[in-house]
Nanobody
């Protein structure tokens, strides 16, 4: 059974930091593009950050660029999202996603381009 399990969410103050992790099991995603999305209260799910299959490229939503960093450990099958200078508008449920298709080159920013999803982890930023 393929699972993506996020951890590291919680409560932070504005200006603070959190690091999210996504651990994959049931299949190796070491060569799969992966990403983080989030869904805030009353909002649509939105793209946050993506990393290419070989970690050679990353891309970010404008709202988080310069504050968030996506990275991955291929050996451990883990992808992380380091979040700094958090803002109240970063409050959301954060989801990890993995793409499982033969077309794995490049960066993917749309939710329908990903095959597997985690259950999400809540991040709440207080002002």
């Amino acid at each position: 059974q393929v699972q993506l399990v996020e951890s590291g969410g919680g409560l932070a103050q504005a200006g603070g930091s959190l690091t999210l992790s996504c651990a994959a099991s049931g299949r190796s995603f070491s060569s799969s593009p992966m990403a983080w999305f989030r869904q805030g209260p009353g909002k649509e799910r939105e793209f946050v950050a993506a990393i290419s299959w070989n970690s050679g490229s990353t891309t970010y939503a404008d709202s988080v660029r310069g504050r968030f960093t996506i990275s991955r450990d291929h050996a451990e099958n883990v992808v992380s999202l380091e979040m700094n200078n958090l803002k109240p508008e970063d409050t959301a449920v954060y989801y990890c996603a993995a793409r499982w298709t033969e077309d794995r080159r490049g960066l993917f920013v749309r939710a329908n381009e990903y095959t597997y999803w985690g259950q999400g982890t809540q991040v709440t930023v207080s002002s």
